[in-house]
Structure formats: C-alpha cells, structure tokens
C-alpha cells in the first residue's frame, strides 16, 4: 500500500505516460534551406500533437541528394523541387508511393533597404550595385530560378559578372543580410512571415518568369520501418502544416 498520497498521484502519472513515452520516435529529416523556418514550426507542433520529433538537416537541394547517395542516415526528404525524389526513387532510395507537393514555392528579389526595390525589379536593368547574390544554381533549384529570371530579362551578360553564389538559398540570404551583396534572389519564404515582409524590401518575381518552384516530399527507404516518418509526411498534409506555409508565402 502507498502511505503517502503524493508517492500515489506521482506513479499514477508515469504508468499514464509510459505508453505515450514508448511509442514516441524520432526522424531524421533533409529539408531544403528554403523550408527550414516553415518546418521548424510545423515540427513543433507536430511533436506537440504527436510526441514524435523531427530531427532537421538542412542544405541545398542538391548536396542533401548527394549525402543520401552516400549513406546519409535521413529518414524524409524534403525538397525545393520534384525532380531529386523523383531521382532518388529511380536509385532505390525512396519509395516512389510515398512521393508527394507539399507546396509550391516563391522566388523574390530581396534587400535589406526599405526603399531599394519598387515596381518590377527595375533595378536590376538599371545596374545600379555591386553584387547580386544567388544560390548555386548547380545544387539550389531556387538559384536556377533566379538565373532563369535574369535570361527572360535579356540581363544574364551584363549582371553575370556581379553575382555572388552561394553554397544554398540560406546563404545566398546571409550575403545579402549582412551587406556583402546589396542584393540577392532569396526564397520569400526567408522574408515573409504571417502573411506579410518582415524587412526590407522586395519584388515577387512572377512565376511564369521560370520554372516551377514544385517542391516534394518524400519516405525514403531508412525511414520505412518507422512509423513516425510516415506520421511526419502524414502530417505535412494536414491543415495546421499549411497554415503555416501559407503565412510564409507558399502555395499549395
């Protein structure tokens, strides 16, 4: 018998826990750079209404393909494009039913100046700067975009020589956050949050302007045998995961 009341609720609470504790995992996950602030929120509530916990790498597109050609230990993909899932089912890596849009992103034109940018990006015929930053468009489907904007403007000879790449859309944002590049094509995502710019200022590139920013997800074969990679999927398609996109400027 428990003499002591407390020592009673105490255990009472652990046996109730115990089968909640045990059925919570972890997953490990390769998000674009673009999507990291969106799925660290949605992680968190995922963990919040799951237990389960989302363990998140981060990187351009194209190198998170290359680490799971080399045995990353990731569990999901999450890509700024269609085509790298799509390319690790055709290798064995994925299972090609699991593939999924979980949103469809945006490229703008960014800088920390409030009044730099108005109307269309006219700024880039102008030429007014130094350093225009950009992904590396090898690896970063957002810096392909970018290059494909500067070739529907007639600009890729005259402004090739100002761009500065970086390794991925996160730091292709740090350049042009820290004043190295006056300018910089980013992910909206990186500067729009609840609905609206968070600084600076920016043109929302037209998405006729290139290719489909068409981003997938999807279960690759490490992460078959855990159910709570299934429930991360599972839950990317849910109404509280796009909420959250959409405040930070996705579409579905």
């Given amino acids: 018998m428990f003499k ?49 916990a989302a363990i998140l790498s981060s990187g351009a597109t194209g190198k998170l393909f290359a680490q799971i050609q080399n045995g ?65 468009p090898k690896t970063a489907p957002y810096g392909q975009a970018a290059l494909e904007v500067l070739a529907r403007l007639g600009l890729t000879a005259s402004l090739t020589p100002k761009l500065v790449e970086g390794e991925n859309i996160s730091q292709a944002f740090q350049y042009v956050a820290s004043g190295n590049a006056e300018l910089g094509f980013v992910a909206l995502s990186q500067i729009y949050q609840d609905g609206k710019l968070t600084r600076g200022s920016a043109w929302i590139v037209p998405s006729e302007m290139h290719s489909p920013l068409t981003q997938d997800a999807v279960l690759l074969k490490k992460g078959a045998g855990n159910p709570a990679a299934t429930a991360l999927l599972a839950f990317l398609k849910g109404d509280q995961a796009r909420s959250i996109m959409l405040g930070y400027g996705y579409s579905q």
């Fill in 4 to 52: 002591n009341p407390r020592s009673l609720a105490s255990t009472l609470l652990l046996l109730l826990a115990t089968p909640w504790q045990a059925m919570a995992d972890e997953i490990q996950v390769a998000v674009a750079s673009n999507f990291l602030a969106p799925l660290q929120q949605i992680a968190v509530a995922f963990k919040k209404e799951t237990g389960h």
């Fill in 72 to 136: 990353a230990p990731f569990e999901v993909m999450i890509s700024a494009d269609s085509q790298t899932p799509k390319k690790l089912v055709a290798a064995g890596l994925a299972l090609a039913d699991s593939q999924f849009t979980y949103a469809r992103g945006k490229l703008a034109l960014w800088s920390p100046d409030a009044g730099k940018l108005a109307g269309e990006g006219s700024v880039l015929q102008q030429g007014d700067f130094q350093h225009l930053a950009i992904a590396n």
